[in-house]
């Protein structure tokens, strides 16, 4: 890494976001200017580890060190902002899923270099019935499918079981070899918090829930709401091993 590098590391009060911050410029290849976006927008606070309490999270990125490769933990968030998209205050779907593709070079700029698209709608027979996936992509760095469902609203327990047909559809027909098994991500337009906490603390889970936003949001509100979630996913992550123990 550069100096320019080294100086916007240095700038970070948290130790455990600045090593979070030094795997990904590593492993990814990050700019420096990338690097102050992604610091930003609070891309650390926004992925799964940050909820995670600090031992293990330390512990997991010297393991990502060690065998050079990202984890899922790194790459999923609990939002995304997808405000490049220019989308109405009203729209379907069907509307952001196009957008999503018309501006993919910038809707993978907010995901992450090693996201590759596959197939939009991609059908998904079962008994006699065609169900329709919104978007696959294939993340490189994870060596597997990422099925992305699109969603207006709250998140649903029924979309969970729906994500679970499409997934294992997708690692019985069309997994490859060699590649992990296929990885699901629900986007939604409103955030259910314990939802969203509870299943990125689920590490066994093939499924994600993130909520979206079409709008950027006020920083401060943001970092404010992040900051909640994280203190009370590292609580709820504390009792469950003392529970276990």
């Not at 009060?13 to 990338?34: D, G, I, K």
């Not at 490189?140 to 969970?160: C, H, N, S």
């Not at 955030?191 to 079409?214: C, F, R, W």
Request: negative net charge.
């Amino acid at each position: 890494m550069s100096w320019t590098h080294l100086r916007s590391l240095m700038a970070l009060n948290n130790s455990v976001a600045r090593q979070f911050y030094m795997e990904m410029c590593r492993l990814e290849h990050w700019s420096t200017r990338t690097l102050d976006e992604k610091i930003d927008a609070q891309l650390f606070e926004r992925t799964a580890i940050s909820r995670k309490p600090d031992e293990i999270i330390k512990a997991e990125l010297d393991k990502v060190k060690e065998k050079n490769e990202l984890q899922p933990d790194m790459v999923f968030r609990s939002s995304y902002f997808l405000d490049m998209l220019g989308l109405p205050d009203v729209f379907s779907e069907s509307d952001l899923e196009t957008a999503i593709l018309d501006q993919i070079q910038y809707f993978l700029k907010e995901f992450g270099s090693d996201f590759a698209f596959v197939d939009r709608q991609k059908r998904i027979p079962v008994d006699g019935v065609d169900y329709r996936l919104d978007l696959l992509f294939y993340h490189r760095g994870l060596r597997r499918l990422v099925a992305i469902d699109l969603k207006l609203g709250k998140f649903k327990p029924a979309y969970e079981g729906q994500m679970l047909l499409y997934l294992r559809y997708l690692n019985r027909h069309d997994r490859k070899e060699g590649e992990a098994s296929p990885i699901g991500l629900i986007l939604c337009s409103e955030g259910n918090t314990e939802h969203i906490e509870y299943l990125m603390l689920d590490e066994e889970s093939p499924i994600k829930v993130a909520q979206y936003y079409t709008k950027l949001p006020d920083k401060k509100l943001l970092s404010e709401k992040l900051q909640r979630a994280i203190a009370i996913a590292k609580e709820h992550y504390r009792l469950k091993k003392r529970d276990e123990d």
